[in-house]
């Protein structure tokens, strides 16, 4: 009883000394932050920080693919929430028991999936990417964190960097396509745009690289499986967007569901720590994905869940998502000195460095303002439109058939993309609302004015076998100068567990096409969708295609500018479009087969895809001169310039990304074909042309990298490779 009451006294003793010392030191904004951490940490007991570790779900999970119970007793002292909500002011109270009604008041981190934008919607990240406008998409990202901050989140789970090569995989639509350097320097973007100059800045969030690593590799595009990534692919394209970003100051990442090569990426102490933490000094943590820990028992590395949350805690996961294993298990592993309290130190510590640097300790409440102040400002709107008139890729424009005539006076506007606003978001768009997006239809409405009859019918739906719509859809055509049909993968085909065995569309859209091209009329086909697609059987029906991904909020507006001629398509893809699903994988930087000629191609279809990476067309004429080198030859300190100069022989002003290719023919390990070094995009008024210049930095463009992440520079002969232009040079000691 004495000892009871003893304990009593103490720990009232401790809970009213830590309030009324507002001078403590971790308190006080002019010490350093590690120094603030180290006093935290020294005053934490055990339990404390093991809370630090988890996080929870507050609110109601929209996410059919990740069902957990709303937790309705949100602990005060818990290290993070994902926050199902957008309301700032309950932030602002769960945040307030935090600080005040715990015993050391540690601000809760508040996590949600912004991932190409918050209410205002970007397109997907696949189709950012085809912009090749890096500076556009950290704006964008920064209009998400000002959006998300400003509803109470302070981290998203952004951006996804998996290199992902098989278009039947979901969540190729999350990714910046098939190349890793394309990932590293939009995944850089996005970090920059989310984090800002600062962490601490008013609107900064903290980024999120996902999932670490390999996930892109998912055997035969099935979500959450097996992936077979040798340790040189490892190195060489799987790691490399993560480095970069992680250099370029990125707070947090998630480790993946996927096993690699049978150590899961929850549990694998290679990646997470002798690589993040010991070789990149990564300095902030690791939340596991999804109930990541407590899978280690499916994918057999654990017994149980004590086991489990073991083993990925020693790996090098810091911070447990959702399925409270670290809750129920870590004290004990502890008291068994099977974890050592110095590790618990160091994760506490990482989660803390990060809400410090964020400034939460100094100013936990999210500020209010009104909800018509928050979302979809004008300049918001603008850079949402300006990222989806970037993104469209126009793949095919027979006689220049695009943009519409002038003299135009109607167009038939067929499809089951026609007129939706729900799926032009694409997946992962908690926020958005149908509300705020403007259909294809209104947007050709609205550019056309009254000047145009613009006559509509569904014909179909997105699948199905219903063809009654067919009829109507036909006579809406036969009345019309010219065929538009909009067409598509609805939202939930893409992201999270959303794989397809094949990327065709449904039979009904094909045959709807099919329908429509007796006619005899000009047909555009309209593309709305996550993934590459097998077009095969649709492309010869099609005088000119155009790809505009989910291209968000902006996308009706956006697609009626492109086909009407106000804007000029300037997207490239960044993701290979294979002829038939069978040729998958498929992509640019494969490595050189063993027989050149035919031998190896497949015997039934062609070999080659239908697009390749980087395709992309304009309505300007792009004519490229001869690439010029500064030298034939150069040594390992100098730098090699390479230039080419661009005109536009055309009537329209338009924009050209340049693509530089390395090859190395002769090396050690064998190299791909080419590889991607660098890209620019400039604008080229008609009739002008401009210069684009690349400086070729050895070490950083010539060398590769082995099998354990060693950088090798080999001396040898290199080529350039600009737009079917191939050009030796030589690299000597
Ligand atoms: C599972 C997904 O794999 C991941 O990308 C997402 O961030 C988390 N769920 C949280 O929703």
């Given at each position: 009883?004495?000892?009871?009451?003893?304990?009593?006294?103490?720990?009232?003793f401790?809970?009213?000394?830590?309030?009324?010392?507002?001078?403590?030191k971790y308190?006080?904004?002019t010490?350093?932050?590690e120094d603030?951490?180290?006093d935290?940490?020294?005053r934490m007991t055990?339990?404390?920080?093991?809370?630090?570790?988890n996080?929870?779900i507050?609110?109601v999970?929209?996410?059919?693919?990740?069902?957990g119970?709303?937790?309705?007793?949100i602990?005060?002292?818990?290290?993070?929430?994902?926050?199902?909500?957008s309301?700032p002011?309950?932030?602002?109270?769960?945040?307030?028991?935090?600080?005040?009604?715990?015993?050391?008041?540690?601000?809760?981190l508040?996590?949600?999936?912004?991932?190409?934008g918050?209410?205002?919607?970007?397109?997907?990240?696949?189709?950012?990417?085809c912009?090749?406008?890096?500076?556009l998409?950290?704006?964008?990202?920064a209009v998400?964190?000002?959006?998300?901050?400003l509803?109470?989140?302070?981290?998203?789970?952004?951006?996804?960097i998996?290199?992902?090569r098989d278009?039947?995989?979901?969540r190729?639509?999350?990714?910046?396509?098939?190349?890793q350097?394309t990932?590293?320097?939009?995944?850089?973007a996005?970090v920059?745009?989310?984090q800002?100059?600062?962490?601490s800045?008013?609107?900064s969030i903290?980024a999120c690289?996902k999932?670490?690593?390999?996930?892109?590799?998912?055997?035969?595009?099935?979500?959450?499986?097996y992936?077979?990534v040798s340790?040189q692919?490892?190195?060489?394209t799987?790691?490399p967007?993560?480095?970069?970003?992680?250099?370029a100051g990125?707070?947090?990442?998630?480790?993946?569901?996927?096993?690699i090569?049978?150590?899961p990426?929850?549990?694998?102490?290679?990646t997470?720590t002798?690589?993040?933490?010991?070789?990149?000094k990564?300095d902030?943590?690791?939340v596991?994905?999804?109930?990541?820990v407590?899978?280690?028992?499916?994918?057999?590395v654990a017994?149980?869940?004590?086991?489990?949350g073991?083993?990925?805690?020693?790996a090098?996961?810091?911070?447990?998502?959702?399925?409270?294993?670290?809750m129920?298990?870590?004290?004990q592993?502890?008291?068994?000195?099977k974890?050592?309290?110095?590790?618990?130190d160091?994760a506490?510590?990482?989660?803390?460095?990060?809400?410090?640097r964020?400034?939460l300790?100094?100013?936990p409440?999210?500020?209010?303002?009104?909800?018509?102040?928050?979302?979809?400002?004008?300049?918001?709107?603008?850079i949402?439109?300006q990222?989806?008139?970037?993104s469209?890729v126009?793949?095919k424009n027979?006689k220049?058939i695009?943009?519409?005539?002038?003299?135009?006076?109607?167009?038939?506007?067929?499809?089951?993309?026609?007129?939706d606003?729900?799926?032009?978001?694409?997946?992962?768009?908690y926020?958005?609302?149908e509300?705020?997006?403007?259909s294809?239809?209104?947007?050709l409405?609205?550019?056309?004015?009254?000047?145009v009859?613009?006559?509509?019918?569904?014909?179909?739906d997105?699948?199905?076998i219903?063809?009654a719509?067919?009829?109507?859809?036909i006579k809406?055509a036969q009345?019309s100068?010219?065929?538009?049909v909009c067409?598509g993968?609805k939202?939930n085909?893409?992201?999270?567990?959303a794989?397809?065995?094949?990327?065709?569309l449904p039979?009904i859209?094909?045959?709807?096409?099919?329908e429509?091209?007796?006619?005899g009329k000009?047909?555009i086909l309209?593309?709305s969708?996550g993934r590459?697609?097998?077009?095969?059987?649709?492309?010869?029906l099609?005088?000119a295609?155009?790809?505009i991904?989910?291209?968000?909020?902006?996308g009706?507006?956006a697609?009626?500018?492109?086909?009407?001629?106000k804007?000029?398509?300037?997207?490239k893809l960044?993701?290979?479009f294979?002829?038939?699903t069978?040729?998958?994988?498929?992509?640019y930087?494969?490595?050189?087969s063993?027989?050149?000629g035919t031998?190896g191609?497949?015997?039934?279809?062609?070999?080659e895809?239908?697009?390749w990476f980087?395709?992309?067309m304009?309505y300007s004429?792009?004519e490229?001169?001869s690439?010029?080198?500064?030298?034939?030859?150069?040594?390992?300190?100098q730098k090699?310039?390479?230039?080419v100069t661009?005109s536009?022989?055309?009537k329209?002003?338009?924009?050209?990304?340049v693509?530089?290719?390395?090859?190395?023919p002769v090396c050690?390990?064998?190299?791909?074909?080419?590889?991607?070094k660098?890209?620019d995009?400039k604008?080229?008024q008609?009739?002008s042309?401009?210069?684009?210049?690349?400086?070729?930095?050895?070490?950083?463009?010539?060398?590769?990298?082995?099998?354990?992440g060693?950088?090798?520079l080999?001396?040898?002969?290199?080529y350039?490779?600009?737009?079917?232009?191939?050009?030796?040079?030589?690299?000597?000691?």
């Open positions: 009883m004495k000892l009871i009451l003893l304990i009593f006294i103490c720990c009232s401790m809970i009213t000394s830590c309030k009324q010392e507002d001078n403590l308190k006080d904004k010490v350093t932050i603030r951490i180290n935290l940490v020294g055990l339990k404390e920080k093991i809370f630090q570790l996080q929870y507050f609110g999970n929209t996410n059919a693919n990740n069902i119970e709303t937790i309705n007793e602990p005060p002292e818990i290290g993070s929430l994902i926050y199902f909500s309301d002011e309950t932030r602002n109270q769960l945040q307030k028991k935090a600080m005040e009604e715990t015993r050391l008041g540690i601000p809760i508040f996590g949600f999936d912004v991932i190409h918050f209410r205002t919607i970007y397109p997907i990240s696949l189709a950012q990417a912009s090749w406008n890096p500076e998409v950290k704006n964008a990202c998400a964190a000002k959006e998300s901050k509803s109470g989140v302070d981290w998203t789970f952004s951006p996804m998996d290199v992902a278009a039947r995989w979901g190729v639509a999350e990714g910046y396509g098939e190349d350097y990932n590293a320097v939009f995944g850089v996005s920059m745009g989310y800002g100059e600062s962490l800045d008013t609107f903290a690289l999932h670490y690593v390999g996930y892109g590799q998912s055997e035969g595009g099935r979500d959450y499986r992936t077979e340790p692919s490892l190195w060489e799987f790691l967007p993560y480095e970069a970003c992680v250099k990125a707070a947090t990442l998630m480790s993946a569901f996927n096993d090569s049978g150590v990426a929850t549990a694998n102490h290679y997470l002798e690589i993040l933490k010991e070789r990149w990564h902030g943590f690791v596991s994905d999804w109930d990541a407590d899978q280690l028992i499916n994918q057999g017994g149980d869940r004590k086991e489990a073991y083993k990925a805690f020693m090098g996961v810091e911070m447990d998502m959702k399925d409270n294993i670290y129920e298990n870590i004290p592993l502890v008291n068994e000195k974890i050592p309290i110095e590790k618990i160091d506490v510590a990482r989660i803390l460095r990060i809400k410090f964020l400034g300790f100094d100013k409440y999210t500020t209010i303002v009104e909800e018509t102040n928050r979302y979809l400002q004008p300049a918001s709107r603008a949402a439109k990222l989806a008139v970037e469209i126009l793949l027979e220049q695009l943009p519409l005539e002038t003299a135009l006076k109607s167009i038939a506007l067929i499809g089951p993309m026609a007129n606003k729900s799926n032009l978001m694409g997946a992962w768009s926020n958005g609302k509300q705020d997006v403007e294809i239809l209104e947007g409405i609205k550019e056309y004015k009254n000047e009859s613009i006559n509509f019918s569904k014909g179909c997105f699948d199905g219903d063809e719509g067919f009829q109507e859809a809406a009345k100068e010219i065929i538009i067409l993968e939202k085909w893409s992201g999270e567990n794989s397809r065995s094949s990327i065709a039979p859209q094909e045959k709807l096409v099919t429509l091209h007796k006619t000009p047909l309209v593309l969708n590459p697609l097998e077009l095969v059987r649709l492309e010869p099609a005088d295609i155009v790809e991904w989910q291209p968000g909020t902006e009706g507006s697609v009626a500018g492109i086909l009407s001629g804007f000029n398509p300037s997207g960044a993701i290979t294979p002829l038939t069978g040729q998958i994988p498929i992509y930087n494969m490595r050189p063993a027989r050149t031998q191609n497949y015997q039934d279809i062609s070999t895809p239908l697009y980087g395709h992309g304009s004429d792009f490229y001169d690439v010029r080198i500064s030298s034939e030859k150069i040594t390992r300190e090699l310039i390479a230039e661009v536009n022989s055309g329209m002003t338009g924009k050209e990304t693509l530089w290719f390395i090859s190395d050690s390990i064998s190299r791909p074909v080419k590889e991607l660098y890209f995009k604008e080229i008609a009739g042309k401009t210069t684009f210049r690349f400086e070729i930095d050895p070490m950083r463009d010539l060398s590769y990298v082995d099998a354990t060693n950088r090798i080999e001396s040898g002969g290199f350039i490779h600009v737009n079917g232009q191939k050009l030796k040079f030589e690299l000597v000691d």
